[in-house]
């Protein structure tokens, strides 16, 4: 419904004004546990992809957090690969440098550097399913 309201529907109408400037000033104010939140619905429901566009591309910030949220191996790899993949949509060019650290220890660790006892070999496994989207985005960024 917010995603919505961020556009000129079929008909031609929009949100009143005052709808669309508060709900544009709570955006920009949004933090990383929100931006998180729209990233689990989009990953649950690929449909609201052009929502969560809109929306994250109303942060300012947003993607400061997403860089965060796809840097956090403790975040759940579907949440991660959603975090990659807007940040190529809305082409937040400063995640660019936590995208190539990421990138780099991935392939680090995927053409046979020791990884750390600590890190369970399938979680390894599966962060390497990260590596496509990152090369796609990254592909994405520098073209701009």
Known sequence: VLGELLIIDERGTQAP???????????AQMRTRPV????QAASTQPALEA??????NACPH????????????GVPLAVRQQAVHFVGQVGFL???PALERLAARLEARRN??????FV?????????????EISQTLWMLHAV
């Not at 998180?36 to 990233?39: D, E």
């Not at 929502?51 to 994250?56: K, S």
């Not at 399938?122 to 962060?127: K, L, R, T, V």
């Open 94 to 96: 400063e995640a660019i």
């Open 62 to 73: 947003a993607g400061t957090h997403l860089a965060e949220i796809f840097s956090d191996r």
């Open 112 to 117: 046979g550097q020791v990884t750390m006892p």
């Open 51 to 56: 929502h969560v566009t809109r929306l994250l």
């Open 36 to 39: 998180f939140c729209l990233l």
């Open 120 to 132: 369970s070999s399938a979680s390894a496994q599966e962060e390497n399913e990260l590596l496509p």
């Open 17 to 27: 004004d005052a709808v669309r400037r508060h709900l544009i000033s709570y955006l």
